[in-house]
Structures are given as C-alpha cells and as structure tokens.
C-alpha cells in the first residue's frame, strides 16, 4: 500500500511538473527572439507626443506604428496613430537619446497599445509574419481605422487587441509579438517606453 502511494506521488509530481513546463514554454512562444527589437522612448521628454496616446490603460485599443527615420543627419521617432490621420515625427535630441541604438523589429516598424480585452500592453512587429516566411517584407495598414492591421498582399487582417491573431484571410502565422512595459501610463502619467526581445 505504501509502495502505491509512492508511484502515486512521483506520478502526480511529474503531472504537476510537465504542466507548469508547457505552461512555461507556451508563455516564452508569445514574444519573438528571433528578430532583434529595442526601443526606449522617454515620454517624460516628449511629453506631448501622440505616442503616449496609446500608452493609457484607461483608453485601451488605441495602437501606434512607430518606425525611425533620419534626415540631414537628425534621427526622428515617426509615430502614426490608428485613426489613420494623425502622425507627427519627434526629433532625437537630447545627449542619452542620441547615445541609443534603435532597432525597431525587422523592418523598421513596432506598433504598441493597450488591449482593449484587458490583455495589457501589446507590442508587435509592423510586418506580415506570413509574407515575411515566403522571403516578402510587406508592412501592415490600418484596416478601417480601427485596431486592426491589414497586408495588402495576401489580403490577412490581424487583431491588435487579441494578440495579433488572425481574423479574416486564410490560416498562418499571427503577428510577431516583442515584450513591452512601460512606467507611466495611469492617469496620463509620463514614464518610460521599452519594446525588446530579450527575454
């Protein structure tokens, strides 16, 4: 009877153990580690930004493409919220800013925003993961203003507010998701951005 108990035990034990190791492995699958992504965007210094906009979790389901350009040897931070109207390009100044190096997912893209179901601050890479496994680079569009994304090439719409899965076109990939966390947020508070990939 004690020996039954025993393998009972180690039985059980090892039920417990293999589920928390999915559960783990499920949870690490979500964010990418394969493509390089970091950004770190101070809305302290920025503060009238539009990026913020999408950085209230009391307003969840505002997202933003955020990409870098450069011009005449000046890097900007270019924001565009989902309203698909209203864009503006901050300029990187500041001594610390212009000390960081930017990389903003596979081609120049990240878009960020709180999940209007309650699923916290999301952050995804502003590419087709479908087109971008056939060898394409082929960025998202708004999808009727609203926070959703569209490849104009296989005709796939992904919902930002859940976790970027597909919602229209055939079966794939859904969106190539980067850890996000930010300091501020409540109340309108000025914090600080970071989207990365490391884990």
């Given amino acids: 009877m004690k020996y039954r108990h025993s393998i009972i035990n180690i039985i059980s034990a090892a039920c417990v153990s293999m589920t928390m190791l999915l559960s783990s492995c499920n949870g690490e699958s979500e964010y990418s580690s394969q493509h390089e992504c970091y950004f770190l965007f101070d809305t302290s210094i920025h503060n009238t930004?539009?990026?913020?906009?999408?950085?209230?979790?009391?307003?969840?389901?505002?997202?933003?493409?955020?990409?870098?350009?450069?011009?005449?040897?000046?890097l900007y931070v270019d924001a565009e919220l989902n309203d698909g109207k209203t864009k503006e390009s901050n300029k990187i100044t500041t001594a610390k800013e212009t000390q960081r190096k930017y990389t903003l997912g596979i081609y120049n893209g990240i878009i960020v925003?709180?999940?209007?179901?309650?699923?916290g601050l999301y952050?995804?890479?502003n590419i087709c993961p479908n087109c971008y496994d056939t060898g394409r680079y082929q960025q998202l569009s708004w999808d009727n203003n609203g926070p959703r994304v569209k490849c104009n090439?296989?005709?796939?719409?992904?919902?930002?507010?859940?976790g970027g899965i597909i919602v229209t076109g055939e079966q794939g990939a859904k969106l190539i998701r980067y850890m996000a966390q930010y300091t501020g947020g409540i109340g309108g508070i000025d914090g600080i951005l970071v989207v990365h990939n490391k884990q």
């Fill in 123 to 125: 952050a995804f890479d």
């Fill in 113 to 119: 925003g709180y999940s209007s179901l309650g699923n």
């Fill in 153 to 162: 090439r296989c005709q796939r719409t992904y919902d930002l507010n859940n």
């Fill in 49 to 74: 930004s539009i990026i913020k906009n999408a950085l209230i979790p009391e307003a969840p389901g505002i997202f933003v493409k955020i990409s870098q350009s450069q011009k005449n040897g000046i």
